[in-house]
């Protein structure tokens, strides 16, 4: 079993990795401390206690750290995370803050590490204060730490809140020194970059967003509405069948703004010429769902404008573009070829 304490500092991004650390087998959250960053300290326990209680998990204790940095200026993320951290979405059953543990996080956090010495890993999902504060009032808590995960830092000087600074370690870059020098236990860094090279694709997020649209349309539109009910259905499926597929299939799905899976209708599709097997076969399954259910088709949703019109007005926007490009290319050549020029900055002078 594995011994965690989350140092988080509780907006959208903590939230979904205090569920995933709930929902992982053989790991036992010892207790969860909060800390400024995303949002003031009072929301992040305010939103801690609220995730719990969505698990139902208030059991597992929260600590109130750090309200504010060692040295540098206060700072959040409201313009990201919302005012209250999880994008100000109403709650008028959110529990209390006398569900806190009385301790201060950080006194909580030596004591559980000592009493459970090499065997609590500390997950760091917010700005560091929480852990430098802790090693400047006990020297031996570093070493009796097992290993260290922070979410922080960067390695190739791309910042996501200054020009190359990455948003936790510039809440308080004098925390983040403190604890890079002072702890000596397998330290793992995800940074800013790791992040990006692993995000959920667009796709993905579609496909989620379609699947829940058709349960909550499932359970809400009457019997007439089937046809369009399915197509819907049929679309959540298409979007998963292509989520692994290739860059070009993504993109191309992706510029395919409206398709109602009807005969004769997924032609239209603009871009979408290599995937009109899947379309067709999805098609036919919804039409004859269709028949079987008695439903009319008339009764699906039609755009206010065909399709085709739209399509043909986008790709003759389209050609309109390469033709300018291409003008412009032919000018440039030919100055380039009558002045004898090499490089765009001999050219700029001209």
Known sequence: MKKLILDVDTGVDDAMAIMMALAAPNV????????????????????????????????????????????????????????????????????????LNKRNAVKAMIEIVKENPGEVSIVATAPLTNLAVAAQLDSSFPK?????????????????????????FVADPEAAFIVLDRFTCPTYIAAWEFS???SLSW??????????ASIHMLLKFKKRRLPHLLSIFAFSSLSLSVTNGSPRTRTRLA????????????????????????????????????????????????????????NKLHEQKRAQTRINIGDAFEKWREVRTQKGLQTHAELDKH
């Open 255 to 310: 510029s395919c703004r409206r398709f109602t899976l009807t005969p004769g209708r997924y032609d239209q599709c603009s871009g979408l010429s290599d995937m009109r097997a899947v379309i067709r076969s999805t098609g036919v399954a919804v039409m004859e769902a269709v028949k079987r259910s008695g439903s009319d088709r008339s009764d699906c949703t039609r755009p206010k404008k065909p399709l085709h019109v739209s």
């Open 144 to 168: 009796k730490v097992k290993s260290l995960y922070i979410m922080g830092g960067n390695t190739d000087s791309r910042g996501n809140t200054t020009i190359c600074g990455e948003f936790n």
């Open 196 to 198: 990006c090279r692993n």
């Open 28 to 99: 036992e959250i010892l207790g969860i401390t909060c800390c400024h960053g995303n949002t003031p300290l009072q929301n992040v326990l305010k939103n801690t206690l609220r995730v719990l209680k969505v698990c139902g998990r208030l059991d597992i204790p929260v600590y109130r750290g750090c309200a504010e940095p060692v040295l540098a200026i206060k700072r959040n993320a409201g313009d990201f995370h919302g005012k209250d951290g999880l994008g100000d979405a109403p709650d008028p059953d959110a529990p209390g803050l006398d569900l």
């Open 203 to 212: 796709v993905c997020m579609m496909y989620w967003m379609h699947l829940r």
